[in-house]
C-alpha cells in the first residue's frame, strides 16, 4: 500500500520494543459486567462535574448521573444499572496516587439501558444543536488528556480549519487498543470522521497511522471503499513517538506548531480514533460514552487482549477476567510504559482515558536503576521530538533555575521520556521537567494570587480612605444642619416671645409649648418610673436615686402640668385671673368706686340743684356705681379675710369702667351739644352748662386715667406669674435638651467618637442657656416674691434646689469621667460644673433669706401639713441634710482671711440654722417612721423585715420568671406554677409594705 | 583658525541640540514614583502580614529600595521571594532571617462557625477583605481570597480561627523533586580501592 501524500519527518524519536504482538491475538471481546462502578468525578483538566443523582438513588446504564461544570468539563454517565451506593473519596488513576471524589454504583447485574436515541439525519441538525448532542453524551478525548471533544469541535467557529488529521498512530509500546478497534469497527471510525468532517469542514482528511498496523490499515481501506469520504490514509514509519499531536502534524503537514500556540492556529485538527467511534456512537445510537476499548497485557496476564471495558470497572475486576497472576506481576501500569503511570491500587477504575493496562513481571518492567551522574554524552539532544535541550534543562530543573529553564522552551517538553529512555546514566529526566513545570506553575500561581491580593489590599485601602472622606462629609452635614436648626429655633423663640410678654392675647403657642413640655415631663416621669420599678424588680443598686429622679421628674411635670392647665384656663383678654394680686389693689379699687360714686352723685346734686342735663341718666349712673361700690368693697373684704374671690371681680370692675367710659363719653357728647343750642339760642344757663361740660370731661379723664391705673396694676401682678409659668415650662424643655445632649455625650465618649469633645460644647452651652434661664425664672420669682406670697416659692424654690443639686452631681461626675478619659472637654465641663454651683449657691441663698424671714410660723405649718407624708418627709431631711452639708463644705473652703469676715459668721449662723432645720425634719421624719412601725408592731410585723422580705420574694419572681424563659417545654408547667406561688407571695407582702409606707 | 573656529561652533551647536533633547526628553518621558519599588513590590507575596516589621509589603518594598533593607525578612515568601529579589536588585542570595519567622506551609484561615459570635473585629484586621459577615452573624473566610497572613487569628475574642494548611488537590499536586541519584561514574565508585592500588 503506498502514500498518497508525502510523508514528511520528525526530528529524534526512538525504536522502543513494540510488545504489540501478544494482545492482538485475540478479537475484542466485552468485559463482563462488574459488581460495582466507580466514576471518579473528574477524569481530565477542567472542572469536574457536579452529581446529579442521589446516594440510594437507581439509575440506568447510559443515563447522566454528573453533569459538566463550565466549558472545560464532560457529562458523565452510569455505565450499567445499579443503585448509587455513595459519592466518596476513592483512589483514581493519577500520578499523585490521592484518591478524589467518586460516584459509586452497586451493579445490579441487569444492565438495563435507559431509553435513548440517535439522530436520524445529524445533516439536518444546526451544528451548535449537534456539537451539543455531542457533548451531552459526554464525549472526550480518548488518546491522552481527555480533553472534552466539543471544544475540539467548536474550533471550526473562530479558525478556519484546512486540514482534520485522525490520530490512528498508536506508537507507544504494548498498546493495540487503536489497532484492534480500526480492524474491528472501521466502519464506525469513519462514520465518526464523517460527523467531525461534517462540522469542521475541512479541506483535507487524513488519518495517520503507524506502519506496524497492516491489518488495521487494510481494514480501513477496505471500508473506505464503501464510503464517500475523502480522505488519504497515511502510513507512517514506525518510531516514537509519532503520535504525539505535534509530532504527527509534522510528520504528515510538514508544518511545525510554533511554542506556545494550538494545532488550529495553524489551521489543523486533531482527534484521536477512539474518540471518533464515540462521536458515531453517541449520534447514530444515542449512546454516551459509557465504555472504551482497554488493552490487557504484560507477562503476568495469562489473557493478554484488547476488552470493551465499562468506564468505572476497577482494575480489580478487569485483571481478575484476565487472569493476572499477581504473583508474578511486579508493577501495574496505566497507559503505555513510556508515558503511563504505575499505580499501587487495585481499586481504581478505568476511566474515559485509560487505553491499556499492563501487569508487568519483574523481567518485563525492572526497577528504575539508580540515576548517576550525566556525562554529557548529548543523547538526549538527539532523541528528544520536540527539540529541546535535555540536559541543558536537567541542569537548571536540579538547580533550580526555573526561569532559565523557562527561557530554553521546557514547557514544549510533551514528556514524551524519549531522553529518559535514551539516557545511559539512567536520568529519570522526564521527572526533572516535571518538578521544574510545576514549580513554575506553582510560581506562577503564586505570583497570580499576590497580584490578586495586592488589588484587593489596594481597592480595600481605597475603600476605607472613602468611607473616611464620606464619613468626615456627613459629621460637617450633620453639624451645619444642627447649627442651621438651632439658629431657627432660636429665630422662632426670639419672635414669639415679646409678643407674648407685650401682649397677653397671643399666649396662644405658648399653650402648644407648655402642652408639649407637659407631654414631655409626662413621658420622662413615666421613663423614669419604669427604670426604678426595673431596678427595684431586679434588686439593683441605685434605687435611691433613681427614687430621686422620679420625685422631681414628678415635680417637674406637676409644674408643666400646671403651667399648661393655667395657661389654658386663663381668659384670653383679661390679664389672666390674678389669684396672687394684692389686697392693695383691691382696696385701691374699692377706694377709686367709691370715689366715683360720691363723684356721679355730687354731679346728681349739681344737676338736680341747676335744674339741666339729663338727671334720670345721671342717677342711673349712681346707681350702678352704688353697686359696684358695694361689690368691690365685699370683695376686698373677702380677699382680707383670705377668700379669694377677687379675679371676677377685677375682671367686672375693669369691664364697667370701660362701660362707664364709654357712657361718659357719651354723656359729654350730650352735654357739649346741650351747650352748643344753649350758646347758640343765647340761653343765659349757657355758662353753666359750659361749667357742667368740663365737669363731665373731667370725671372722663378721671375714668380714663382710673382704668389705665387698674390694668398697669393687674399686668404688674399678672406679668410675673405669666412668666414664671412660661419660663418653668422653658427650663424644663432645656433640662431635657441638657439630659439628651449628655446622654448623647457619654455613649460618644464610651465608642471614642472624635465628635465627643464638641458634644460637650454642646452640652456645656445648653447647660449655659438652662443657667440663664433659670436666673430668669429666679429674678422672676424675686419679682414675685414682692407680691406674691413667700409661702409658695419656698417649696418650689426647695425643689428648684433639689434639681440643681442633681444637676450639679451630674455635672461633676461627667466631668470626672472626662478628666479621667483625658477629654480635652474637661476645662470646658469644669467651667459648667462651677457655673452650675454659683447658681445652686444662689438659689440657697434665695432661700435661707425667705425661710429666715418666715421660719418660726412657716416650719410649723410645714411640719404639719407634711407630717403625714412620709415620702415628702424624707425627701425634706435628705434635702436638709445636703444643704447642711454644702453649707459647712463652703464654711471650710474659706480662707483663713476670709474666716474673719462677715461671711463666714453668716454663714456660720446658716449652718445652725439648717442644724435646727435638720433636727427638726429628721426628727418629724423619725417620729413618723417610729409609729409606722409601731403601727406595724401592733400587728405583729417587723417593717425592716417585711421590706427585706419584699425585696427578696421580687428577686425570686424575677428569677423564676427567667428560668420559666429559658425553660424546655417539659418542665415548663412545675415553673409556672412555682411562679405563680412566688409571685403571689410577692404581692402579698408588698402590699403590706406599701399600707405601711404610706 | 577659521577651521578651528568651525569645529568649535559645530560641537558647541551639537552640545546645545542634544542638551535640549535630553532636557526635553527627561521631562516628557519622566517617570513618576520609584518604578523599582513596584517590582520589588510585585515580587513580594502581599500577605500584608507584618512579619517583617513594617506595616505591609509596600512598604518593605520602599525600605529595601530606599534605605537598604535586607531582602531576607519575608517569611511567606520563603526563599524564592529572596532569590527573586537578589536576583532584581543584584544583591547575594541570603537565607531567610530566622528573626522574623520561618518558611510555613500555606495555610488558609479558618473560622470555626459554631463557635462565631460575629464581632466582625477579623473582618477588619483582613487585609484582603476575605472575611465575610456582618455584626451578631456568622462570618465565614473566602478561601480563595485569603493570603493566609494570619491577622485575623489575634483580634478574634473567642480563638475560634484556625489557619489550617492547604489540603492538595487533584488540581494542585505536584511533582516532587526526583531523589538525588549517585552522582558519581562507576570507576569512583570506590576512591578507597584505588587510592590503595596506587599505593
Known sequence: MKNTVRVHSFHGGIHPPENKKQSTGAPITMAPVPSRIVLPLQQHIGLPADPVVKVGERVLKGQLVAEAIGRISANIHASTSGVVTAIESHPVPHMSGMPADCLIIEADGNDEWIEHQGLEDYTQLPKPELIEFIRQAGVAGMGGAGFPTDVKLHLGDDHIVNTLIINAAECEPYITADDMLMRERAEQILGGIEIIAHLLKPLHIMVGIEDNKPQAIRALHAALDNSTLNLDIVITPTKYPSGGEKQLIK???????????????????????????????????GEPLISRIVTVTGQAARHKQN????????FADLLDHSDVDREQMYRLIVGGPMMGITVEDEQIPVIKTTNCVIAGSVQEMPPQPPAQACIRCGMCEQVCPAE????????????????????HNLFDCIECGACSYICPSNIPLVQYYRFAKAEIRKEDAEQRKSDHARIRFEARLERLERAKVEKEERRKQRAADAARAQAAKKDA????????????????????????????????????EKALANAKDKGQEGVDTLQATVIQLQEKSDKAEQAYQQAQNAPAKAPVAAPASSLKDLKNNAAIARTKLKKAEKQLADAE??????????????????????????????AESGKDNSAPAIALDTSGLEADIVAMQGKVDKAETAWKTAVESGSPAADKMAAGVAKLKD?????????????????????????????????????????????????????????????????????????????????AKSSA?????????????EADIASMQAKVDKGEAAWKTAVESGSPAADKMAVGVNKLKDKLKALQDELTAITTKSDAKQDETQMQSEALDMKALKQQVSIMRTKLKKAEKQLAELSEDEKESALASELIAEIDQLKL???????????????????????????????????????????????LTKAEDDGKQTLEEELLAIRAQAEKLNATLERFSE | MSAVLIAVLVLLGLGLVFGILLGYSSIRFKVEGNPLVDQVDSLLPQTQCGQCGHPGCRPYAESIVNSDEAINKCPPGGQSTIEALADLLDVEVVPLDAEHGEEQIKTVAYIREDECIGCTKCIQACPVDAILGAAKQMHTVIESECTGCDLCVEPCPVDCIDMLPIAPTLNSWQWPAPKPGIELIATDRHPGIALEAEV
Open chain 1, 699 to 779: 370725671k372722663l379723664t378721671a375714668l380714663q386715667d382710673e382704668l389705665a391705673a387698674i390694668k398697669n396694676a393687674s399686668i404688674a401682678t399678672a406679668a410675673p406669674v405669666i412668666d414664671t409659668c412660661e419660663l418653668e415650662a422653658d427650663i424644663v424643655a432645656m433640662q431635657a435638651k441638657v439630659d439628651k445632649g449628655e446622654a448623647a455625650w457619654k455613649t460618644a465618649l464610651e465608642s471614642g467618637s472624635p465628635a465627643a469633645d464638641k458634644m460637650a460644647a454642646g452640652v456645656t452651652k445648653l447647660k449655659d442657656k438652662l443657667t440663664a434661664l433659670q436666673d430668669e425664672l429666679a429674678a
Open chain 1, 251 to 285: 510528520l504528515l503537514t510538514g508544518i511545525e506548531v510554533p511554542s506556545g500556540k494550538i494545532p488550529a492556529d495553524v489551521g489543523i485538527v486533531c482527534q484521536n480514533i477512539g474518540t471518533t467511534t464515540a462521536i458515531f456512537k453517541a449520534v447514530t445510537y
Open chain 1, 917 to 963: 432645720r435638720h433636727g427638726t425634719a429628721k426628727t418629724t421624719y423619725d417620729t413618723a417612721e417610729a409609729e409606722l412601725i409601731a403601727a406595724a408592731a401592733q400587728e405583729g410585723i417587723d417593717l425592716k423585715q417585711l421590706k427585706i422580705d419584699a425585696a427578696l420574694a421580687r428577686a425570686a419572681v424575677t428569677k423564676a420568671e427567667r428560668a
Open chain 1, 388 to 407: 529541546l535541550l535535555p540536559q541543558q534543562l536537567h541542569w537548571f530543573a536540579k538547580g533550580r533555575e526555573f526561569d532559565k529553564a523557562r527561557n
Open chain 1, 609 to 638: 340743684a341747676s335744674g339741666e342735663g339729663d338727671i334720670s341718666a345721671l342717677k342711673a349712673q349712681v346707681v350702678t356705681l352704688q353697686e359696684r361700690t358695694a361689690k368691690a368693697t365685699e370683695v376686698y373684704e373677702n
Open chain 1, 307 to 314: 476488552y470493551e471495558v465499562r468506564i468505572g470497572t476497577r
Open chain 1, 785 to 797: 416674691i414682692a407680691t406674691a406670697a413667700p409661702v409658695i416659692d419656698t417649696s418650689e424654690l
Open chain 1, 493 to 528: 423663640a426670639l419672635t414669639p416671645k415679646p409678643a407674648s410678654t407685650a401682649n397677653a392675647e397671643s399666649s396662644e403657642p405658648d399653650l402648644k409649648q407648655l402642652k408639649s413640655n407637659a407631654a414631655i415631663a409626662r413621658t420622662k416621669l413615666r421613663q423614669a
